[in-house]
């Protein structure tokens, strides 16, 4: 048993989802702490029948805690996580800060659980569109060797937090009655819309959430032969994330073959019957923890290549889910042992 947990960013989107995950999933501990900034700090919440009062995010919050999962942004994340591996503390990070960082893992559980072995105090969780995808990608790497990968992303507003769920509903409001709305979380109308960017321009004119999927990927597989051509994508969706995946493999796979490896999967379930309508989407695959797969078939324009449909909720598996199944592996049997480096 974890003695001693906490959330640091725990009225955030995110937060919140990863506080009603401990509470369904019975997560073992003896004391909870509940942290956020000078805003929330005082403030009460319920959890478990019991009322918590929000401490502030600070260093000596950390001491006396065994497990920090962090749901916050980067420069929050930058800031908190050496106070709290100081302190003797491991911490789940949600954030990109720590993600390619050579000494922290960037782990799955269902795809790469044992990397939770090396960590020197802090593991990090991947970006939303990289886990989902990584997942669905796993029993066929295991199969037959994955070689590359096309993805394009069809991602929801709420991977904008808050105001891209507000500039969704209010941006189609207005639409709808010939106003102008004053877009907060994006540089173009999302209503009735399509933004084919995703975060910064980087290098060869991708985004940074493209190179993310492209580097997360390799560090998760261990394995930097494995050729990643992303393009992400928003959509006016407002949640779960739907992404088109074509791998080219070193032995072909069929669809048969692939339908069974997803179905025998840890976190994967599969939705698909074409002729019955019947498929993965977001309104359809919300408010669930599984990574669901549709539309398996041959890549006809290669010889050694699968195409399918995927879809996941991205505020949880793709961000609070893995960090709480993270945080399980770490009082597990298998890898309570595990400490720091201090």
């Known amino acids: 048993m974890a003695k001693r947990i906490a959330i640091a ?10 506080r009603q995950m401990l509470e369904d999933r019975n997560f073992p501990y003896e004391t909870i702490t509940f942290l956020a900034s000078k805003r929330s700090a005082g403030s009460t919440i319920e959890f478990k029948g019991e009322t918590h009062t929000i401490k ?3 260093p000596d919050a950390f001491n006396d805690i065994d497990i920090v999962i962090g749901s916050t ?3 929050v994340a930058a800031m908190f996580v050496p106070w709290a591996v100081e302190r003797g503390c491991i911490v789940v990070d949600e954030s990109g800060y720590h993600r390619m960082l050579d000494h922290v893992p960037l782990v799955v559980p269902e795809v790469n659980a044992d990397a939770i072995a090396d960590h020197k105090g802090i593991i990090a969780s991947p970006n939303c569109s990289t886990t989902q995808m ?5 029993p066929i790497h295991d199969a037959a060797k994955i070689k590359r ?10 991977g904008a937090g808050v105001k891209g769920q507000q500039d969704l509903t209010d941006g189609s409001r207005a639409f709808l009655e010939e106003k102008e709305h004053d877009y907060q979380a994006f540089s173009h109308p999302i209503a009735f819309n399509v933004i084919p960017q995703i975060g910064s321009h980087k290098a060869d004119g991708y985004t940074s959430e ?8 390799r560090k998760i597989f261990g394995d930097d032969s494995i050729q990643v051509c992303p393009t992400c994508v928003r959509v006016p969706v407002s949640n779960c994330h739907s992404e088109t995946i074509l791998l080219e493999t070193e032995r072909p796979v ?3 073959e692939a339908r069974k490896l997803f179905e025998d999967a840890e976190g994967i379930t599969v939705v698909d019957d074409l002729d019955g309508g019947i498929y993965p989407m977001p309104n359809n695959s919300d408010d669930l ?11 006809i324009s290669c010889e050694n290549g699968l195409t399918f449909w995927c879809v996941s909720d991205n505020l949880r598996k793709g961000a609070a889910t893995n960090a709480v199944q993270i945080a399980e592996l770490l009082v597990s049997d298998k890898y309570s042992a595990c400490g720091t480096s201090n």
């Open 73 to 75: 942004p980067d420069d």
């Open 149 to 158: 990968v096309i993805v394009s992303t069809y991602q929801a507003t709420s």
């Open 210 to 217: 493209e190179l993310k999927m492209v580097y997360e990927t």
């Open 289 to 299: 923890d599984d990574v669901f797969v549709g539309r398996i078939r041959k890549d």
């Open 9 to 18: 960013g725990a009225t955030g989107a995110v937060g919140t989802l990863v």
């Open 134 to 138: 990584v997942v669905a990608m796993k």
């Open 56 to 58: 502030l995010l600070e």
């Open 254 to 256: 069929s669809p048969e």
